[in-house]
């Protein structure tokens, strides 16, 4: 077998059928092809858990594709499509040591874990508020009316966005999601995607200035006067990583109590399970990020060549590192299948390993604690609704666009 000869699967990874329901492919694969070149994509999908995670360890996994993409262009592409690489490139996760230990030290201080349990009071107020207004609805929608409002006001208020601002960045962040998290049958999306880029840059750009003048308790505060030594943040990167903030604080959070009260609506004897003993919320939140959480896939592009199995993987060539697949892999994990709230230990890589490790698992974490134990309290009678659910079709997230649910 060459090096890119594959198992003969279809390998459109965002069928409506994978979309709906990933874990059954990745689970072929990760059995028969573990490290599989998908033609469609040109692209390595690797799934085992010990191979995500060295690869995750090993530098040769460059994050820094950005630049390697923008260099694959023609000069007319480059000449359109330069204000979205003059932001992303400043983005944490697409930087590789040196620059990216120095952008993490100096962003990092905004995530302490004293900063993010200050807010545990404000997150549990907006939680309880979405539910009282759903308690009396016979029918809602869990993302729209739920999900989707709670990360929506935190990281607004974490940055330091005024309240009436909120619903803007709504939109901004659904038109980035398109171009970063690679959505299906948008054709227009790098036009869109670049234009929301382009207008929340200005947005932030007018904040920054703001509390560069008149600082607050607040993020862009925050980086504003974040020092090293001599080591300071510059302006747009300050700008960049605001908006990977806003994009990622809505996204992930929003994911991750959709398809949590998704999976515990599927599962009523654990559901029944976490009413009766609701200690079991932080061990359920962390069963969910491995069962179905809302990072998908991570990217990277190998800086060098690697061997890996019974492959070489030629340097240059870009490599998915499939979490939904490594979270399910029964080498590392007893009944890998089996949804278990209980489970320990649980050592999932569903917010990644290492030097990219998800810097926002911390808000996410507290968000959707907060949220799921909320919603198991406070709605004993909240079931899937009659309407089918619909999910978002991209590649590296997992997440719901609609869950109907009711309360009977």
Not at 21 to 50: M, T
Not at 169 to 184: E, T
Not at 341 to 370: K, Q, W, Y
Request: glycine share 6%.
């Amino acid at each position: 077998m060459s090096d890119r000869q594959t198992l003969a699967i279809d390998d459109e990874v965002l069928s409506p059928e994978r979309i709906a329901d990933p874990h059954s492919y990745f689970s072929v694969l990760r059995e028969h092809d573990p490290v599989h070149w998908n033609e469609k994509y040109r692209a390595w999908f690797i799934h085992r858990y010990d191979d995500v995670l060295d690869a995750l360890r090993d530098p040769r996994f460059s994050s820094e594709r950005i630049g390697a993409a923008y260099d694959r262009l023609t000069d007319e592409q480059k000449a359109q499509r330069q204000p979205t690489y003059d932001i992303l490139m400043d983005w944490l996760v697409f930087r590789d040591p040196p620059d990216h230990t120095r952008l993490r030290r100096l962003v990092s201080r905004a995530f302490t874990p004293r900063a993010v349990e200050a807010w545990r009071d404000r997150v549990t107020g907006v939680v309880d508020e979405l539910i009282d207004g759903l308690s009396d609805e016979e029918h809602f929608d869990l993302i729209e009316d739920f999900a989707y409002p709670i990360p929506a006001v935190v990281i607004a208020e974490m940055m330091g966005v005024p309240a009436e601002d909120r619903d803007r960045f709504k939109d901004w962040s659904d038109d980035v999601m398109i171009l970063v998290f690679g959505a299906r049958g948008v054709g227009d999306r790098r036009a869109r995607a670049q234009q929301g880029l382009i207008e929340l840059a200005a947005y932030l750009g007018d904040l920054v200035a703001h509390y560069r003048q008149h600082p607050a308790d607040n993020i862009i505060s925050n980086l504003v006067e974040a020092s090293e030594g001599d080591d300071s943040l510059e302006d747009p990167e300050i700008v960049a990583n605001c908006v990977l903030f806003l994009f990622g604080g809505h996204e992930t959070t929003t994911n991750l109590i959709g398809n949590g009260i998704r999976v515990l609506l599927n599962h009523p004897g654990q559901l029944q399970k976490l009413r009766e003993d609701l200690s079991l919320i932080k061990p359920a939140v962390e069963e969910i990020l491995r069962f179905d959480g809302p990072s998908k896939m991570e990217v990277r592009t190998l800086a060098d060549e690697v061997d890996m199995g019974d492959k070489t993987l030629p340097a240059g060539d870009m490599v998915y590192l499939v979490q939904h697949a490594a979270n399910r892999d029964p080498e590392a994990f007893d009944q890998p299948d089996r949804f278990d709230i209980s489970r320990d230990p649980n050592n999932h890589i569903g917010f990644g390993f290492g030097l990219h490790f998800c810097l926002g698992a911390s808000v996410a974490r507290l968000e959707g604690t907060i949220a799921l134990e909320a919603l198991v309290r406070r709605l004993p009678n909240l079931e899937l609704g009659p309407e089918p659910e619909v999910w978002v079709p991209t590649m590296l997230s997992r997440g719901l666009e609609h869950l109907p649910v009711s309360l009977t």
